[in-house]
């Protein structure tokens, strides 16, 4: 077999991701294959099979070594968190430089420094911070290489933390640590507060000088902060960290501790640990229609004695003593799943239906179950990890809820060989190479540009269509996506929560996290945004971040050669584009504000789009929230009063342009019954009050105050204008469009994938 009988002859582009990222040298498909199954026939089926595949540091890696090759096989890291003090500080940026250089990417918790303005024994008197040193640990990461790429970061601080709001914002300025990703931890207290709207909090103990720093937070006001946030950056993440500690096989081991997240957060890990992973490519197992779960049985039983003979044959590769240690006294392994939303299409299921959440965890069920079967036998022949303490481990709420009696049993009888054995990663690059969806995600979208350079020299665009999409529509004669089945679900149309009810299914059987990214439409809220990390705390996940269509950090991954120009050339440029008659698109960063009100025969939700940079009203809504009510004629209006204002009006304008219009019998009957209606005679007077409400609540009491404010931001903060049309994520390399997908941005185009 060669690759082009492996991926396809017209995967052109997973050809070149096995050429660019995984074979060495000139060796030969036969010879990359010999080499990554360390001479294993089962592993080497598999692999050939399409039925199992490591991760991408073992696929590039592994056999180097014999070259003199000094590069790890395993992904990622989480550092021992930095004690309170200098040395240690920069001790964690030695060792994230170290593990940079072999090839590592790091997750570091900087929850134990101390906070701004903590009293120190030195000059400085007091500190500036546990923030302060995100730069330092941001500026390693930038500086040292791994073939052509960055090392992956992930900073993560506890929400009790006295500077969690000054953490919550740091990535909103654009100069400072682009290079980490960065998650806070909260736990079940925190929540709790944040839904019954009470205050918390927040408490630091300074052991060498006594000090103790507590500060008192709105828990409703901090989360929603974390939500705007994410609604522009994508960032913070957020840690579910009670989850965390309590579902996985140590959870009633109190000599362990976890000590952060790898970068994309799909492995939380104790100081030192390492993620060591391989995917079990699930479309692979549909036969003639039907999921062959014996199959799956066989083949995670393999897959999970390949994970552990690549984990001894690179306990020497690994960059640092504590890492050696550790993964030697506790054998964590992440075996993941790759291919759900393909392998959903191919059985006809609805992905995020009830139908396909059952099967969905009659899979992941059978593949916890058999991994933990075969870390058994394996322990049965080689023996426990070290640190296993078998009057903890079988006292573990998830090993008492996934095992079966049969396992339990040998459990109970030989051990288990490895302290944690599944995880799902983001699966980015592997996935495209061998084009199918990545890890639990619905596939990005269905089809995608690629772009090609023609005889004479200019760029030619075209569409291609996903491997399991093009054959369904040229088996049943279809010539456009539109005409697919309602089981072809993509990330652009699929229901979020729906997301999350299939992400808690799945990690109702994984004992580590899965790598989440949900992605939402452009005019999603932040008050929506706010209520899907809710619903995922309560759906038991561990961790999940949001990325937004047309967020602000799409600005900061597209690639523009173009010299940037000045707020006041930005603005001038603006006021020429848009000329008279013409509507003025909607700013990027609008927020939409959702506001009830009654009128006279119903309720009504008014959602404000208001633009932070602009400091002024964008666009606005009207739903139907009850019965009655003119319905359509309320939405036309308005649509009418966002015309107004994207024509360059003001309140004052449409204030003119309803004066005169007589009451709405409707109101006078409801105020007559002391019904409380909102302010208004009319729904457009009773919408326009509204809109004034939220102007003085802004501090925008008049259009000319507005305008003079808008005026002096410009100013004294030189921000550019936001672009007119909206952004597409585009790839460093070859400037096409990325996808994201699993906390991976991956271009379609040419390969590149960002945090795999």
Same mark, same amino acid.
Request: hydrophobic content about 35%; proline content about 3%; charged content about 30%.
């Given at each position: ?21 995984? +074979? ?202 974390? @939500? ?22 140590? =959870? ?112 992941? +069920? ?29 006292? /573990? ?6 095992? /079966? ?23 980015? /690059? ?6 199918? =969806? ?8 269905? /089809? ?30 279809? +010539? ?55 619903? @995922? ?34 603005? +001038? ?18 927020? $939409? ?22 400091? @002024? ?134 390969? $590149?994938?960002?945090?795999?």
């Amino acid at each position: 077999m060669d690759i082009k009988k492996w991926l396809g002859d017209e995967n052109k582009l997973g050809i070149d991701i096995w050429e660019k990222k995984y +074979k060495y040298d000139g060796e030969t498909f036969e010879t990359w294959l010999n080499r990554v199954s360390g001479g294993d026939k089962e592993l080497k089926e598999m692999i050939e099979n399409k039925e199992f595949i490591f991760a991408g540091r073992i696929l590039s890696n592994r056999g180097l070594a014999k070259l003199g090759r000094k590069i790890t096989y395993s992904n990622c890291y989480v550092v021992t968190p930095p004690e309170d003090n200098l040395e240690s500080i920069f001790d964690t940026a030695k060792k994230l430089a170290r593990t940079y250089s072999y090839g590592g990417g790091c997750g570091v918790d900087i929850s134990k420094l101390r906070p701004r303005g903590a009293e120190v024994n030195n000059s400085a008197k007091y500190t500036t911070g546990s923030i302060s040193f995100m730069d330092l640990y941001n500026m390693t990461t930038d500086i040292i290489g791994q073939k052509g790429r960055r090392g992956a970061l992930m900073i993560s601080i506890d929400v009790n933390h006295p500077d969690i709001e000054e953490f919550i914002k740091i990535k909103s300025d654009l100069t400072r640590v682009q290079k980490a990703n960065i998650s806070v931890r909260v736990d079940e207290n925190f929540m709790k507060a944040v839904i019954e709207n009470k205050t918390y909090e927040t408490t630091f103990n300074v052991i060498d000088t006594g000090e103790i720093i507590k500060k008192s937070v709105d828990a409703n006001r901090l989360f929603t902060e974390l @939500a705007v946030q994410n609604w522009r950056f994508a960032e913070p993440g957020i840690l579910f960290w009670d989850r965390i500690s309590k579902w996985n096989l140590l =959870s009633e081991d109190d000599e362990f501790e976890y000590g952060g997240t790898n970068p994309c957060a799909e492995e939380p890990l104790p100081a030192g640990g390492s993620c060591l992973l391989g995917s079990l490519i699930l479309p692979t197992f549909v036969e003639n229609g039907e999921f062959c779960f014996e199959r799956l049985k066989k083949v995670v039983k393999k897959a999970v004695k390949a994970l552990n003979d690549v984990l001894d044959e690179g306990l020497p590769l690994h960059p640092l003593e504590e890492q050696r240690e550790s993964v030697k006294n506790w054998r964590q392994i992440g075996l993941g799943v790759l291919g759900v939303g393909d392998l959903l299409i191919k059985l006809g299921l609805k992905y995020g239906s009830d139908e396909s959440l059952e099967f969905c965890d009659r899979v992941a +069920k059978t593949i916890i179950d058999s991994a933990l079967k075969a870390s058994a036998m394996l322990a049965k022949e080689e023996g426990s990890f070290p640190k296993y303490r078998a009057e903890k481990i079988l006292k /573990s709420p998830f090993l008492l809820e996934n095992a /079966s009696p049969e396992t339990l049993e040998l459990i109970k009888k030989y051990g288990l060989r490895n302290s944690q054995l599944l995880t799902i990663a983001p699966t980015g /690059s592997i996935g495209t190479m061998l084009e199918m =969806s990545t890890g639990i995600e619905p596939n990005f979208a269905f /089809s995608y540009t690629r772009k090609t350079e023609s005889l004479h020299g200019e760029d030619v665009y075209y569409k291609v269509f996903i491997p399991i999409v093009k054959r369904y529509m040229e088996e049943n004669a279809l +010539k456009d996506e539109d005409e697919l089945p309602d089981y072809f679900i993509t990330a652009q149309n699929l229901n979020p929560y729906n997301r999350i009810k299939m992400q808690s299914v799945w990690q109702k059987r994984i004992d580590a996290s899965i790598s989440s990214t949900i992605n939402l439409v452009n005019k999603v809220s932040v008050e929506e945004v706010k209520q899907l990390y809710i619903e @995922a705390w309560k759906s038991g996940l561990k961790g999940m971040t949001v990325y937004r269509a047309g967020c602000d950090r799409e600005g900061i991954l597209t690639v523009d050669t173009k010299k940037a120009k000045s707020a006041e050339e930005a603005l +001038k440029d603006k006021m020429e584009t848009i000329g008279r008659g013409v509507l003025k698109p909607i700013a990027q960063d609008t927020i $939409y504000y959702p506001y009830k009100m009654r009128i006279g025969c119903g309720k009504l939700k008014v959602m404000i789009g208001y633009s932070p940079s602009e400091r @002024a009203i964008q666009d606005l809504y009207v739903i139907r929230s009850g019965t009655g009510g003119c319905e359509k004629n309320i939405q036309a209006v308005a649509i009418y009063m966002s015309g107004i204002l994207r024509l360059g009006g003001n309140l004052f304008m449409l204030e003119d342009a309803i004066d005169g219009v007589s009451g709405c019998t409707s109101f006078a009957v409801a105020r007559s019954k002391n019904l409380d209606v909102s302010q208004g005679s009319t729904c457009p007077s009773a919408i326009l009050n509204i809109l004034k409400k939220f102007e003085k609540n802004m501090g925008l009491s008049g259009h000319t105050e507005a305008i003079q404010l808008m005026d002096k931001e410009e100013k004294n903060e030189q921000k550019m204008v936001e672009e007119l049309e909206k952004r597409k994520i585009n790839c460093p390399e070859c400037g096409s469009e990325l996808e994201v997908t699993g906390g991976c941005y991956s271009c379609r185009n040419c390969g $590149y994938s960002k945090c795999e």
